[in-house]
């Protein structure tokens, strides 16, 4: 799972939503790899951890990644927004259609799933639970189907 909603001052926020800013890149002070997106230096380090513990052929699969919408915001978390998770999955399917990779493999990921495209049970039992929603869209029911999208 990754998930780069950010809680730090320390990165700019334009490098977890993949916006191409003036310093919006950091460089790995070990490897010299500059970074131009959270996604792939988090991918890197799984790639670097398999490298290590010796399957760096093995393929890499993102079972889920987002960027909450709404929910329970917690002190710290003030980057939940729809906006921004708008931003972040416009520029992940950029990203990855763009077929270039992480710096470490050029191949990208072998596949990336992205969490709750549609929104979910907002109930009072996810909100004592302080689930943060990543939905973007509104599911319409119609005869036990899904009739639409808003």
């Known amino acids: 799972m990754l998930h780069p909603v950010m809680t730090s001052s ?4 334009g490098f977890a939503l993949f916006e191409n ?3 919006s890149f950091r460089d790995d002070v070990i490897t010299g790899v500059r970074y131009r997106n959270l996604f792939d230096m988090m991918v890197d380090a799984v790639i670097a951890a398999l490298t290590v513990s010796g399957h760096a052929d093995m393929p890499v699969v993102v079972t889920e990644t987002g960027w909450p919408s709404g929910g329970l915001v917690n002190e710290g978390e003030g980057d939940v927004h729809p906006v921004y998770a708008k931003m972040y999955l416009n520029g992940l399917v950029s990203h990855l259609r763009s077929g270039g990779g992480t ?22 039992v996810n909100q004592v639970a302080g ?20």
């Open 21 to 23: 800013q003036p310093y």
């Open 103 to 124: 710096p470490l493999r050029k191949e990208g990921v072998a596949q990336a799933y992205v969490s709750e495209v549609f929104k979910t049970n907002t109930s009072f």
């Open 10 to 13: 320390v990165l700019p926020i």
């Open 131 to 150: 689930r943060l929603r990543t939905g973007l869209f509104e599911s319409i029911c119609r005869n036990g189907g899904l009739g639409g999208v808003l």
